[in-house]
């Protein structure tokens, strides 16, 4: 433990210098990975921990985001108050999925394909409705001031990211650590004996998939907030529920440090494929290859890796 | 409010539309009946064929209709191979596990096709895409009533082969029993390979009677992928005549949302059908006979 205990305080180390010691848009980049991994970690917290996993945990995040923007744009709220709001949007709607695809019994794929569903209902819906602004998006007018929640210098919008990071990091150990964890895993491993133990599965599993549709909506405020710029392509659209479905694959799902290790491993891909689309002129379109990269490793960490890059480190399967 | 003529020529748009979603979910609920698969990449292959439509049109000059065999034998082998190779090895277990292994292969597919084929819009122009038929105060493309009609003839056809041949009868008796299919000696990993084959098969066929009248993108899988989904849990997971029925009430439920709500709030119909079944009736509308 204390070798671990260690490596966090080197690692803080690390992170906390990191932004002094870079280029600007290397700091932004070290921004993306910690923003990833946090958002990875909402997914993670539901469905790694509580095996739950979702095809559209988007919805979760473009309900954080439209909340607080909308709130600020239209309502003149500032985006610091209206930050705690996004998240009890999130976690509503994340109640709300959970009661009614658990109370009809749904899980597995079955599960996973109507939170697709549902993202898919939330991107039409904003899409249509007059106060989204509909399919042009939302901008929120540029005033950086950090009691907008807008900053100048990227290095605090990174450290904001890295707070986010470590808080979900905090969540994640404190869940390995509980008693509400420990009746999650057992829901993951074996649904049906959990329930023989006593566990109130439909209780945990809808408590767990609020926490996680919070923390996501967090993660749709920040974005916002980042960007100026929202839209229901990138509020409700797949590509974010596949991320952070991803990170947390790759890294390892339910383990504290997986959504984090899949962010940075992601984040080398890019770079590396960026790389090469400049090198190799017939690479240029970067996109898609790394997209092709991340699809083959989500294909062998299924079949090879079950536990992810993080069962590297550790050298011993979960699974006894 | 709207005059019954414009409410009839919805409604025929949508069951031409339908006919051809059935032969997409055919495939799809194929594959699930057989081996209990969610083949979430199935989107994703059916744009891959209809890419091939395309370039056989773009660079040989061969019409959508008549590359039909090429197609569907073409799209049979692919899944043959693809299940021999990645599918099959990966099919037991938790079922999570294959429903993400076919999510990374369809990302792999739409982003290999982005790459390759650049992210524009596609379309054939066919010499016939003109021509209308008119039924009451509704006019149809030619193509359309061309491609339901096939699209029929080769439901039927599928049915037959699954009712009368050799192959067909193995692989009901692997649905309903794998264990006991085994145990009278079908080969059972050849019957799974060969489904699926079926199943992409389909989706090549498929693609033909769509391309001399849709558009094909990178991303054309994902508007397909929830409609499969959708027409399948709707006619229940596995049942051949359900998905018949699903498709066409989804090819009418879409025309007409799109009528009434307007081409962008009228796709919201499909995706709340897909939520109200799973959540109201998870077995679908009828009950599947394997």
């Known amino acids: 433990m204390s070798r671990v205990a260690l490596l966090c305080a080197l690692g803080l180390a690390a992170a906390l210098a990191y932004p002094l010691l870079v280029p600007n848009y290397l700091v932004t980049i070290g921004m993306l990975v910690f923003f990833t991994a946090f ?48 998240m009890a949007a999130g976690g509503v709607v994340g109640w709300m999925i959970a009661v009614l695809s658990f109370r009809a019994g749904l899980r597995g794929s079955y599960f996973a394909l109507i939170t697709l569903a549902f993202a898919e209902v939330f991107r ?3 899409n249509s409705v007059p106060f989204t602004k509909g399919g042009l998006g939302m901008l929120i007018k540029a005033d950086p001031q950090p009691l907008n929640f807008q900053f100048k210098d990227p290095i605090w919008i990174y ?53 996680s549709g919070a923390m996501c909506a967090a993660g749709g405020t920040f974005y916002a907030q980042k960007y100026l710029y929202i839209d229901p392509g990138i509020a409700f659209g797949v590509d974010k529920s596949v991320e952070m479905l991803l990170v ?45 990269v991340y699809g083959i490793m ?12 993080m069962s590297l480190f550790r050298g011993k399967p979960r699974h006894a | 409010m709207f005059d019954p003529a414009f409410l009839l020529a919805g409604v025929l748009n949508g069951l031409l539309a339908g006919g051809i979603y059935v032969l997409v979910a055919v495939g799809l609920t194929l594959i699930y009946g057989v081996l ?103 006019f149809l493309p030619l193509p359309k009533i061309i491609s339901f009609g096939a699209s029929l003839v080769i439901c039927a056809a599928l049915g037959l082969y699954m009712a009368k041949s050799d192959m067909g009868k193995a692989i009901r008796a692997v649905a309903r029993e794998r264990q006991g299919a085994r145990l009278v000696g079908i080969d059972v990993e050849n019957v799974f390979a060969v489904s699926y084959g079926i199943g992409i098969a389909c989706l090549g066929a498929a693609a033909c009677l769509l391309m001399p009248t849709y558009y094909v993108t990178p991303s054309s899988g994902h508007a397909f992928v929830l409609v499969a989904f959708t027409i399948v849990v709707l006619g229940g997971m596995g049942s051949f005549a359900g998905a018949a029925v699903g498709g066409f009430l989804i090819g009418i439920t879409e025309s007409l949302g799109g009528l009434f709500l307007g081409e962008q709030l009228g796709q919201i119909g499909i995706s709340l059908i897909f939520i109200l079944i799973l959540l109201l009736k998870p077995t679908g509308l009828f009950v599947s006979k394997a």
């Open chain 1, 298 to 309: 989500l294909i062998l960490i299924v079949a090879r890796l079950p536990d992810g890059l």
């Open chain 1, 248 to 292: 947390s694959m790759v890294g390892g799902a339910g383990t504290i440090f997986g959504p984090l290790i899949g962010s940075f491993t992601l984040m080398g891909i890019n770079e590396v494929t960026r790389w090469l689309a400049s090198v190799v002129p017939a690479l240029k379109n970067v996109q898609p290859l790394s997209l092709v």
């Open chain 1, 124 to 126: 039409i819906l904003a």
């Open chain 1, 159 to 211: 450290y904001l990211a890295l707070l986010l990071c470590i808080v979900s990091l905090l969540i994640a150990w404190q869940l390995t650590r509980s008693r509400f964890g420990a009746r999650l895993v057992a829901i993951r491993e074996n649904e049906d004996a959990a329930r023989a133990l006593g566990i109130d599965v439909f209780a945990e599993k809808v408590k767990v998939l609020t926490l």
């Open chain 2, 36 to 138: 209990h698969i969610i083949n979430f990449a199935h989107g994703s292959l059916l744009m891959l064929a209809m890419y091939a439509v395309f370039y056989l049109w773009r660079l040989i000059g061969i019409d959508p209709y008549a590359a039909l065999p090429v197609v569907i034998a073409g799209a049979f082998g692919f899944g043959y191979v693809l299940y021999r190779l990645l599918i099959g090895r990966y099919n037991h277990g938790r079922d999570e596990n294959i429903l993400l292994i076919t999510l990374g292969l369809s990302i792999v597919i739409d982003n290999v096709a982005l790459l390759f084929f650049g992210g524009d819009t596609q379309t054939i122009d066919v010499p016939y895409a003109g021509s209308f038929v008119e039924i009451g105060a509704a």
């Open chain 1, 39 to 86: 958002i990875g970690q909402s997914w993670n917290i539901a469905g790694g921990f509580a095996g739950q996993t979702s095809f559209g945990h988007v919805v979760f995040f473009g309900t954080g985001a439209y909340t607080s923007t909308i709130l600020q744009v239209t309502y003149g709220w500032n985006p610091w108050l209206a930050w705690p709001v996004a």
